[in-house]
């Protein structure tokens, strides 16, 4: 049995899981004779998405019924074995992730610690639609069983984000029947670097001694696996992912700005990768609108309706709502290759061998058959520069930044891996036939799928050695006991004196 949807109700659906954090956070943050009208303007900018989308996209995307069964029970299962929701085993990141959580469920909106005079300044978009749920189960249950059913809610909507962003995937690399729906879930599940073969250099090639966790082989530089992502900073990855895979789906520049403001409040250091992406892709668009002489047509679709409330709305709210952060308000945005610590020299060949390694070679493959895609440029001029960057004293902006860059790779991935593999018939029989390319790119996925194995196999290990399957990491449990001194990426001191309290933020 085929099931049809039409690709613009699965952008409009999109669209909105984008829109619904923005939307709390403003209407749980902001005084309400600004978060009512904001709201309500934003919510018209995604009508006017879903309206354009139903006149403008005719297209049709055909899938099976059991095709969609196994791509829900694999990406269930996914955010399962990523301990989404504290039912298996999680990673150290969790601590603080279950933390925030917690506060987001047990505390009033805006989260103010009033005994320590800080307040939670964090890209905590993620977590707000399934803590309202946990914050309703908590109006007629105890905090326990409502902490219980926040961790459903977000086991939940991890999965159906997931779920609409594979389904964008599969749009975009044109995956028509069952077998290619399987090969690109393959892809997307344990598409990485090459980390194993960093690692092994740096060990002398001692298999002996690999670590449990791959992806730190280069010391100071690090791109995650998409693995990696959801078992670590899913809070981040997951909605990055939904946004680029609605941008590569986008015929122009219309939604753009919007599509790029309401993921700051989930994703901000991958917002601004994606923001890069988004830049290249205009820029490439209005040279061609100049030479076409139709630069009116492209200036009218930038400054689009959902385009100027995206920016008139968002913007000031995110900007002082982050000032606010002491983590970035004040560190400097650098170029950093770590010179001082190896030399030119030395720094320039370990940051080219990293990037071969996570990219580079996978990047060489593709070229031939996407040597004229534009964003396979810009994916890869991005992939080149970010991990050379760094805000503040960690690697974090590079990590995340380049999220949106892999994911654009991944699906050329898909789609060039899909397109090389062909059925022929000889002496009557059928025979499926995979060209170099294909090869040499099945060749580089299966070496980099070490890293996503490892990472699996570290959560069953625990759950094997433990014999317990829920291993949470939750040593936190809350914020309301800290100080912005000791934990500044999460909280913000003297939160009155804050020009988001004085102007913005709801009063208690």
């Excluded at 690709?7 to 943050?29: C, D, E, K, T």
């Excluded at 290249?280 to 009218?300: A, E």
């Excluded at 991990?387 to 699906?411: H, K, Q, Y």
Aim: hydrophobic share 55%; charged share 15%.
């Amino acid at each position: 049995m085929t099931v049809k949807i039409k690709v613009w109700r699965i952008q409009a659906i999109a669209y909105f899981l984008l829109l619904l954090p923005a939307s709390f956070f403003i209407m749980g943050w902001i005084r309400p004779w600004i978060a009512i009208p904001a709201t309500a303007l934003l919510l018209a900018a995604w009508v006017l998405i879903l309206l354009h989308a139903r006149k403008t996209q005719t297209a049709v995307y055909e899938i099976k019924v059991r095709t969609i069964v196994l791509i829900s029970v694999v990406l269930l299962l996914w955010c399962y074995m990523a301990g989404l929701g504290g039912f298996f085993y999680q990673s150290n990141d969790h601590h603080y992730r279950n933390a925030i959580f917690r506060d987001l469920v047990s505390f009033r909106w805006p989260v103010v610690y009033e005994q320590t005079g800080n307040s939670l300044v964090y890209y905590i978009g993620f977590w707000l639609v399934p803590a309202s749920i946990g914050k309703l189960a908590n109006l007629f249950f105890s905090f326990d069983t409502s902490w219980f059913v926040a961790n459903i809610a977000l086991l939940l909507w991890s999965f159906l984000n997931l779920f609409f962003v594979f389904l964008l995937i599969l749009i975009y690399t044109k995956a028509d029947s069952h077998k290619k729906v399987v090969l690109a879930l393959m892809v997307f599940l344990f598409f990485s670097g090459m980390d194993i073969i960093g690692v092994l250099s740096s060990l002398r090639f001692d298999v002996t001694a690999l670590p449990d966790h791959l992806e730190w082989w280069a010391g100071i530089y690090q791109y995650s696996s998409n693995t990696t992502q959801l078992f670590w900073v899913y809070n981040q990855s997951i909605p990055v992912w939904l946004a680029t895979a609605l941008f590569v789906n986008e015929k122009s520049v219309r939604n753009f700005v919007f599509l790029c403001l309401v993921l700051l409040i989930s994703s901000s250091f991958p917002a601004v990768g994606l923001m890069i992406l988004l830049f290249g892709m205009g820029v490439y668009k209005l040279i061609l609108s100049i030479r076409s002489k139709q630069l009116s047509d492209f200036l009218k679709e930038a400054f689009s309706i959902q385009n100027i409330v995206a920016a008139v709305v968002l913007l000031p709210i995110f900007y002082l709502y982050y000032k606010t952060n002491r983590a970035v308000d004040g560190n400097s945005f650098q170029f950093n290759l770590y010179v001082d610590a190896f030399g030119w020299g030395v720094a320039l060949i370990r940051y080219i061998f990293f990037c071969l390694l996570e990219f580079g070679l996978l990047s060489t493959v593709l070229h031939k058959e996407n040597r004229t895609n534009v964003l396979y440029w810009i994916s890869v001029v991005s992939l080149c520069c970010v991990g050379a960057f760094s805000l503040g004293a960690t690697t974090d902006f590079a990590m995340r930044a380049s999220i949106p860059a892999l994911l654009v790779l991944m699906m050329l991935t898909i789609r060039t891996l899909s397109d090389s593999i062909q059925r022929k018939e000889f002496d009557g029989k059928r025979y499926f036939c995979i060209r170099k390319i294909g090869l040499e790119i099945a060749i580089i996925l299966m070496i980099g799928a070490a890293t996503p194995i490892v990472e699996c196999s570290r959560a069953i290990n625990a759950v094997s050695v433990h014999q317990q399957l829920n291993l949470v990491a939750d040593d936190v449990k809350t914020l309301s006991d800290r100080t912005a001194e000791t934990d500044p990426n999460f909280l913000a001191a003297h939160y009155q004196d804050l020009d988001f309290y004085k102007y913005l933020q709801k009063h208690s």
